[in-house]
């Protein structure tokens, strides 16, 4: 009897307010999608078992189990090692969850489990601009900053699976507190969608005498959207948001090159919009800052994956990462 081989993976991200998944194949298209809201159910095992109906129906669209070869599942605070998601801000279900067992006990797949950022960095691998690349970095720009480290082909977890947590580096020692840690001076609390508004108010304020098309909006209401859109009208303090923002993340990135040396950083997010606002700083920044044996050497560029889909990819490829005995799951 002829062997059906597995040729499709499932993708799941979860996020604080949605998740999504996805039925992928080794091409990198998503062929079956479904979400679901994550923050409407009180408890885990009601999760997953509404998760699991979901890759049920997903499931029998492309043949049955037979033609799945495991489950990849990104999430906040996801660890590799033990496939569980422990003490996650973001979701309301609190301690430590081993949720890539409980996925792949109703599943009957192996599943495979790591955090948000580190996935992205797996779909770049697999599926992006860093196909074929066996050092490189990912830095993901939005609402914070994620980021995962790839070394000798592969990626870096630590020893706990937490390594990589490039936003939270402390690149201005005493500065802004995040909103979150209540940390000084984290990379995270400036290079970030986040981080823009904050800028933005502070630049504002800094300058009351000063001109700005910024002024119009509420400040309370104002997002990384609107200083993105002034900049393009021209509004100064706009782009000097952009350049500032930009220097913080170049320094930040000279420091990520002479630790791993990498052949590219690839940015991925909403922030990379701004396209050459963000990046010519970054860029100019960042070389200005690196040793003569580092500089000229590494790319700064965009991720390839498309922006609706690049979570899925990114967690679904952790199942072509698979290896017997990778974690309790599987």
Known sequence: MTKIPMEYAIGVDIGGTNTKCGIVNRRGEVLQYEQLSTPEYETAEAFVDALCVRLHLMIEKVGGPEHIKGIGVGAPNGNYYTGTIEYA????????????DMVSEKTGLPTALTNDANAAAVGEMQYGAAKGMRDFITITLGTGVGSGIVANGQLIYGHDGFAGELGHTIIRPGGRPHWSTKVAGSLEAYASATGVCLTAKEMLQENPGKESLLRKYNMDDLTSKNVFDCAMQGDEISQEVYKFTGQILGESLANFVMFSSPEAII?????????????????????????????????VIKSDLHEADAAILGASALVWEMKPASHASL
Request: aromatic share 8%; no cysteine; glycine share 8%.
């Open 267 to 299: 940015l991925f997010g909403g922030l990379i919009k701004a396209g050459k606002l963000i990046f010519d700083p970054t860029i100019e920044h960042m070389e200005r800052n690196l040793l003569p044996i580092f500089q000229n050497k590494v790319k």
């Open 89 to 100: 801000p973001n979701l309301r279900w609190q301690g430590v969850i081993p949720l890539a």
